[in-house]
């Protein structure tokens, strides 16, 4: 009850005692004398009872500060409210990560003003930073005294009945929204203007883990590599670029597609105000010396894809392909309002990404990568595999799975790329070489003390990699003058970190070989601080297994022959690489469907 209301009833329960007091009940009880009330007091009552409601009229609207935890800690929220009614949410200081509130808050803002309650569904992809909306505005409403249940992680809008309904139909439909599908889609719609597309995710969000890469790679024939005097891949680069992968497990015929589309990858994202203008090394992008590649490339996809006016319909999960005597002629899907249709279409394109996110799946055919976490967003869950399966498609290098060696706990941002960085445990020494990679790392890391590992480095390190410096900016890692200083911030034994570093200086000061690296180290850890640290663990960070494509994207049977009607792209396939490969082959899915449409 608002503070208003409870003042009313104050002084309506007050008034009744009055007049009890004030009656008589007969039976020769002495009955008050009547008060007298003059004219003046009369009107100097009126007068006051109409200032006090015009005052609680005028009062209107009032903004209140919500405080809530989010994915980064506080969240701030400025919740404008009238009456009982939500007007306006405004987000305040905060520490999750822009690229996904940035898509996520309108999203949460919408559902909230739309049912005036925060007890709404979570945005899917930003389940935390959505509690951290959510409570901040149950804040808000507390502040002015209305009533509103508890939040938790678990809190969701009332759960809808479910609905068929009819079919829709499109030209091209597209299952996934990440980089791969956005690629597609786009691309479908440049080379045939008046196709009608249809972009489906499940995700509330698009862009899949795209927006969060660092590193677009694998670029050539770049205007930040011709900047550079980067002749490697700027001058007979799609002869370089073949040479490179003959080996990497794709077939002739994709890489020569793979590095066509990489020739003209840069020029194509630049059409679309995309600018990649750091090159660090070889084929490495990033859109600025301090700004990853994958914020600005997702970002301008999402807006090219809008411009284009291609229909995407976030929420939306494909479930089914709708196949009819051997050709695929749509896919069926439901939403998050619990209503399922097909979209029936001349063309579908499947690139919903990988199966990090099920360890189901990776048990069944990646066995022992099941027990890590994983740094690939939560949409990555395998939803074609049996689909394909199903439907006598052809799986390739399904166990092949990229374990990253060094994601942050519990943040899951990857970290990791300084010139030297040292692996200790908690007792601060050294248990494996920091060469050492796949199971046999991510293996050894969970087999230490309480599965704590932390990750080190020095000044020069700090300086060596952006990554580093950023993630230090933002406060992930730990900071000591002194390695005792470091090692009491990160918990750890400190004689025993000393004595670790100490080790490793000796064998680089002798150039001896080290008993781990069994090698030579290439340098030795600073003499003197700063030192950084964090905690980290290896994790699952793609996929590489999937269905299998020719050249042009199209899916093949298991006995090799072409899928009528039925593209795929990204880590749903069967692919060497990995981002830019993914963009390579949605632009060559959606440009083929779009050729071939009667």
């Known amino acids: 009850m608002r503070k208003a209301e409870l003042l009313k009833v104050f002084v309506a329960s007050a008034s009744a005692i009055s007049l009890a007091a004030c009656s008589g009940s007969g039976g020769g009880e002495t009955t008050a004398a009547p008060e007298t009330t003059t004219a003046a007091q009369t009107t100097e009552a009126e007068t006051e009872s109409e200032e006090t ?22 969240l701030n929220l400025k919740v404008t409210i009238d009456g009982d009614t939500i007007t306006e949410l405004e987000l305040g200081e905060h520490h999750e990560t822009n690229v996904v509130m940035d898509r996520a808050f309108p999203v949460i803002r919408d559902r909230i003003l739309e049912n005036n309650t925060p007890v709404v569904d979570s945005v899917t992809a930003a389940t935390f930073s959505s509690y951290g909306v959510k409570a901040a505005v149950a804040d808000a409403m507390a502040q002015a005294g209305l009533e509103v249940e508890d939040i938790t992680m678990a809190t969701a809008g009332p759960e809808k009945e479910a609905e068929t309904l009819e079919d829709v139909t499109a030209d091209i439909v597209v299952v996934g929204g990440g980089p791969s599908g956005l690629a597609a889609a786009i691309t479908a719609k440049q080379t045939k203007e008046d ?16 927006k969060f890469d660092m590193n677009f790679y694998d670029l050539i024939n770049s205007e930040a590599q011709k900047a550079a005097g980067n002749e490697q891949w700027t001058v007979n680069q799609v002869e370089n670029f073949i040479e490179a992968k003959s080996s990497a497990g794709d077939s002739p015929e994709r890489v020569k597609v793979w590095a066509e589309q990489e020739n003209v990858l840069d020029a194509w994202l630049r059409d679309m105000g995309v600018n990649l203008d750091y090159n660090y090394g070889a084929m ?45 002629t749509g896919v069926t899907v439901e939403n998050n309002d619990n209503e399922s249709y097909g979209i029936k279409a001349q063309y579908t394109i499947i690139a919903t990404g990988g199966f990090c996110s099920s360890k189901e799946l990776l048990g069944e055919y990646a066995p022992g990568y099941e027990v890590f976490n994983t740094s690939n967003q939560m949409g990555t869950t395998g939803d074609f595999v049996k689909v394909f399966e199903k439907n006598g498609f052809k799986l390739e290098h399904m166990d092949n799975v990229r374990l990253f060696p060094n994601i942050i706990v519990p943040r899951r941002d990857l970290t990791g790329g300084a010139d030297l960085s040292l692996l200790v445990n908690k007792e601060g020494a050294r248990f494996i070489s920091e060469n050492a990679g796949g199971l046999e790392l991510g293996n050894s890391i969970q087999a230490q003390p309480d599965g704590a590992v932390f990750s080190i480095t020095d000044k ?23 390695l005792a200083e470091l090692a009491e911030a990160l918990g750890i034994d400190g004689a025993g970190l000393e004595a670790a570093v100490a080790e490793f200086n000796a064998a680089a000061e002798a150039g001896t070989e080290d008993a781990l690296l069994e090698a030579v180290p290439s340098r030795q850890l600073d003499a003197q601080g700063p030192y ?20 042009n994207a199209q899916v093949l049977y298991e006995d090799g022959t072409v899928v009528e009607g039925l593209y795929a792209s990204g880590e749903v396939t069967w692919q060497s690489g990995g981002y830019s490969q993914s963009v390579s082959f949605g632009r060559v899915a959606g440009e083929q469907a779009a050729l071939n449409l009667k």
Do not use: W
């Open 460 to 482: 020069t390190g700090y300086d060596s990699f952006y990554r580093i410096r950023k993630h230090v900016g933002l406060g992930y890692y730990s900071q000591g003058e002194t």
């Open 53 to 74: 409601g015009a005052a609680e009229q005028a009062q209107g609207p009032v903004t209140y500060e919500g405080k809530g935890s989010g994915y980064g800690g506080e």
């Open 195 to 210: 196709v009608n597309v249809i972009v489906v995710e499940k995700m509330d969000i698009l862009s899949g883990n795209g």
């Open 284 to 328: 490495n992008h990033m859109a600025k010396e301090d700004q990853y590649a994958g914020e600005v490339i997702q970002a301008g996809m999402e807006e090219c894809a809008r411009d284009l006016g291609i229909d995407i319909r976030t929420g939306t999960k494909g479930l089914d392909l709708i196949m009819e005597d051997g050709r695929c």
């Open 532 to 551: 950084y640290g964090v905690r980290i663990e290896a994790a699952n960070h793609m996929t590489k297994g999937g269905v299998s494509c020719n050249e």
